[in-house]
Every structure is written in structure tokens, then in C-alpha cells.
């Protein structure tokens, strides 16, 4: 069983920076490919950012590609969204995600564990 939890959403001006972490506990390591996710209000759940097990490889929503920066430590079972130029359209929940495999996965029923997400909201 994996226990993911979010911290270091807020409320911050657009054009600002926002540092996500998601820590993992349980059995997780480099075997576990990792997500970001954010689902606004009336929205479906879509993927930001993902990263496979040894952090290698990324995938980034066109959305944010440029602004947002996925990174994991497995030495610290954490994975982090650095945000920066953040505009209002990035106003979510924003929730971390977590499955056994080896490459990148960007569909929500893809992965096995989730997070109870942490709430950002940039104001304009």
C-alpha cells in the first residue's frame, strides 16, 4: 500500500511561483512511475506533469510546458511540481499520483494511488 500527500499549494498572484511536493510512504521506490494531476471546478482530472521511476524521463501538458518542472528524490520518496509564471487558468486542485511500472503514464486510470490533493488558486 502507498500513502501519497500533497503540500505547498496556495494563493498566489499570476505571474508567481508555486513549489508542489508530494511524499510518498509505503513501499515505493524507483519502481513506481509518478504524476501530477489538477481538476478545476466543472473540469475533468488532467494530467500536468509525469515522470517514470528513476526520473529519466518526462512528460509535460502543452499547457504548461515551459512554466512547470516535474522532479522526484527517491532517497526522499518525494516527487515536487515546481510552478512558476503561474496564470489564473492554473486555479485547481492539483492531486499527485503513483503506480507500479517502469515508464510514463498520463491517463488517470492508469495509476493505483492518489493523493487528496492540495488546492492552488492564482489570482489576476
Known amino acids: 500500500q502507498v500513502q501519497l500527500v500533497e503540500s505547498g499549494g496556495g494563493l498566489v498572484q499570476a505571474g508567481g511561483s508555486l513549489r508542489l511536493s508530494c511524499a510518498a510512504s509505503?513501499?515505493?521506490?524507483?519502481?513506481?512511475?509518478m504524476g501530477w494531476f489538477r481538476q478545476a471546478p466543472g473540469k475533468e482530472r488532467e494530467v500536468v506533469a509525469a515522470?517514470?521511476?528513476?526520473?529519466?524521463?518526462?512528460y509535460y501538458a502543452d499547457s504548461v510546458k515551459g512554466r512547470f518542472t516535474i522532479s522526484r528524490d527517491n532517497a526522499k520518496n518525494t516527487m515536487y511540481l515546481q510552478m512558476n509564471s503561474l496564470k489564473p487558468e492554473d486555479t485547481a486542485i492539483y492531486y499527485c499520483a503513483a503506480r507500479e511500472g517502469s515508464g510514463i503514464y498520463y491517463y488517470t486510470t492508469r495509476y493505483t494511488y492518489w493523493g487528496q490533493g492540495t488546492q492552488v488558486t492564482i489570482s489576476s
Open positions: 515522470i517514470n521511476g528513476n526520473g529519466g524521463s518526462t
Open positions: 509505503g513501499r515505493t521506490s524507483s519502481r513506481y512511475a
